[in-house]
């Protein structure tokens, strides 16, 4: 059965209500040897279609690679494939989870994107070498769902985060709670330029999170104050100039940043968290920083 929450009202639960989530252990991440801008699919790919320096952008993607080795995540490579330039953001092809008797399950994407439909097969294949139990929503019924960029899971607990309004249904959430049998707090989006959750909303550590305010309804606010006891905000330049809140906590301590937000950092630091500044500028061109680079996975 479905648990879907929408509004404050409906929380009938604590976080020390819900059963613990391991934390992941490796991190997957897609060579960038092919990544360009070939076509414009969100508001920050204006004006930057083959101005993409490669060099730069492997550089960069290095760096963000050993700032995740850095905090002890075992860094798993895929190659991209030619003609998939996104293929890189690893994070929107796939929703993976570690179920209470350890196995691991994965609910694959709907890409909302003709462009980046085909990247989910090439996942899909990875997932099951390595033994994954495979889902996927009915296309005709759910017709977008893009993975973590809109499921974040919440760190420690059996609880989902869900992201709708541009890249992912609303009703996807009702097939992912029941797959995997977790609650789902659904928050809505409605500015384009936040348009998956991972662009405004950084979960920290299981009382943190890192937020842009403005790309929230109300309701979404309440129930992120509702659940969270610490709500950092970050200003509104820093979260579309610098992508802020695309940043990343892997394990609850190191925040993996765009160089440059010096706001947001120094509100991390006061609360803190140690924090690793990483430069992604040439993946800032195409709507994406750390967190779209990178999959977290048991």
Known sequence: MSNVITSASQLKFKLS???????????????????????????HMEGFVGKVNKAKAMQQWEQVRNAFAQTGLEVVEMEGKPGLPDMVFS??????????????????????????????????????????????LDGEILPIFEGMGDGIWHPGRRLLWGGYG?????????FISETFEVPVVALALHKPQFYHLDTCFCVLNEDSVLIYPKAFEPEGLKLI???????????EEEALQQFACNATCPDGKHVIIQSGAKQTTRALKDAGFEIIEVETGEFLKSGGSVFCMKLLLW
């Open 225 to 235: 104050r509702s659940l969270f006891k610490n709500v950092i905000e970050a200003p």
């Open 91 to 136: 994070a929107n092809q796939s929703l993976p989870y570690c179920k209470p008797d350890g196995t691991n399950e994965v609910i694959m994407s709907i890409m909302n994107s003709p462009y980046r439909q085909p990247e989910v097969p090439h996942f899909a294949d990875w997932y099951d070498e390595q033994g994954y139990t495979r889902h996927h």
């Open 17 to 43: 209500d819900l059963p613990d989530l391991p934390a992941p252990g490796r991190v997957l991440m897609v060579r960038p040897d092919h990544f360009s801008i070939d076509y414009v699919i969100n508001p």
């Open 166 to 174: 541009f890249r992912t249904s609303k009703d996807a959430y009702d």
